[in-house]
């Protein structure tokens, strides 16, 4: 039928981001689910997810990804989720705000300032598109920060300036969707007066760099579902200051050239 043919396209292969994202999980939790057997799960990074994609896409070739929303992916190309009927990639979430334990203490501005942190998908994917268009991560940032100084003064207002200097570490996972909120947040710290350091890592050492101290805080909590493992296994030991963002989805992408509407159609 059909859906061999789809799988036959593209060698049942399902071009993922790295191995220990919530994302993979779920997409190996729906290869179990719809029986996809023969399926393949190429894991890689979300860098090497959207160059595989781009190559497809150009060549119009029929390719299957991991994907999620937000992503600059659904402005750049005409591309649809499949229909995930039995639940494998869950509901829609929120990325959460996590900060080590003692953060208020040691620099309650910053801490001030990150428990408000808060902005829609569409201001994300804004930031994200500029990347997109090919600005530095840094200047897509403190663009989009010129742009919002009345969200940027909601998140300020009446916090004192830091000590001269202080430094703050972010960590966070190179998803362009993590890219894209850590440099904003990078921004603003920055114009309260702090040195901001971004340690970029897989999501195993952002989660113990934050449970250990050795991080200050990471914008890149998906949850309840998509970072739950990390989150159960060091919810004692870090600080949950609730969500900076609502309204995420995750799943398989599709060019809307492909003639597929379902992940059972996949079979
Ligand atoms: C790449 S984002 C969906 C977060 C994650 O998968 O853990």
Redesign the pocket.
Known sequence: GGSSGVAQSVNSRIIG?DPG???MKAAAQAIKDYDLAGWTLVEGS?TAMTAALDKAYRSKEPIIVTG?TPHWMFIKYDLKYLDDPRGSFGGSEEIHTIARKGLQADLPSAYAFLDRFAWQASDMEEVMNKIADGAQPKDAADAWVQEHADLVAKWTEGIAPAPKGQKIKLAFVA?D?EIASTNVVRSVLAKLGYSPEMLQVE?GPMWAGIAGGDADAMVAA?LPT??KDYYDKYKGQVDDLGANLSGTK?GLVVPSYMDVQSIEDLK
């Open positions: 981001i994202s919530g994302l979300g999620w998803w969707s999501i998906w998509t970072s995750l």
